[in-house]
T-cell receptor, first 114, second 109 residues
Framework: DAGVIQSPRHEVTEMGQEVTLRCKPI?????LFWYRQTMMRGLELLIY????????DSGMPEDRFSAKMPNASFSTLKIQPSEPRDSAVYFC????????????FGSGTRLTVV | KNEVEQSPQNLTAQEGEFITINCSYS?????LHWLQQHPGGGIVSLFM???GKKKHGRLIATINIQEKHSSLHITASHPRDSAVYIC???????????FGQGTRLTINP
């Protein structure tokens, strides 16, 4: 298995633009997590899905952020409109058994909003 | 909410030294995770443990459930071990992880 695949690896965009981050979890994993990492706040959970259903989105900063998981092999995190304070590394992770089987992280997407 | 504290925050050592990183948490858990992140790199899961000790190469992780404490040890440290090591535990009654602030380890040749 190629692991958790995220795209793009790097994204630079102008303030106000829409940004879409993509994630392909490990085949067979039934839980998917989106995390954000910044110098100030470290790693924070934004949202997670079990069996494609959003379970907890309390970490999503505001209405500008949305996440979807249309099927078991694909998820997106969208920011619209983007702001400079959204600049961070966004990680996707997947796991078996709702996290109990350990986590596999993607390589992350480094987002810079200018 | 589970609170996770790691120590030290920064650690610099010479190649070959034995390294210990500590993690304490406030609420009983089912399992604790140790993660590794190299500069500018992704996050790798090193260990998930719920009791006792696990070993993988030069890395050893221990956990004391009663004390709510875990340690990550590196034997015969090497410059390639330089990274940030992060301890994470599940939030009480939830599936999401709560992360420590990380320990930045630098091993000098």
């Amino acid at each position: 298995d190629a692991g958790v695949i995220q795209s793009p690896r790097h994204e630079v965009t102008e303030m106000g633009q829409e940004v879409t981050l993509r994630c392909k979890p490990i085949s067979g994993h039934n839980s998917l997590f989106w995390y954000r990492q910044t110098m100030m706040r470290g790693l924070e959970l934004l949202i997670y899905f079990n069996n494609n259903v959003p379970i907890d989105d309390s970490g999503m900063p505001e209405d500008r952020f949305s996440a979807k998981m249309p099927n078991a092999s694909f998820s997106t995190l969208k920011i619209q409109p983007s702001e400079p304070r959204d600049s961070a590394v966004y990680f996707c992770a997947s796991s078996l058994r709702n996290g109990a089987g350990g986590y596999t992280f993607g390589s992350g997407t480094r987002l810079t909003v200018v | 909410k589970n609170e996770v504290e790691q120590s030290p925050q920064n650690l610099t050592a010479q190649e070959g030294e034995f390294i210990t990183i500590n993690c304490s948490y406030s609420v009983g858990i089912s399992a604790l995770h140790w993660l590794q992140q190299h500069p500018g790199g992704g996050i790798v899961s090193l260990f998930m443990l719920s009791s006792g000790k696990k070993k993988h190469g030069r890395l050893i992780a221990t956990i004391n459930i009663q004390e709510k404490h875990s340690s990550l040890h590196i034997t015969a440290s090497h410059p390639r071990d330089s990274a940030v090591y992060i301890c994470a535990v599940p939030e009480e009654g939830a599936q999401k992880l709560v992360f420590g602030q990380g320990t930045r380890l630098t091993i000098n040749p």
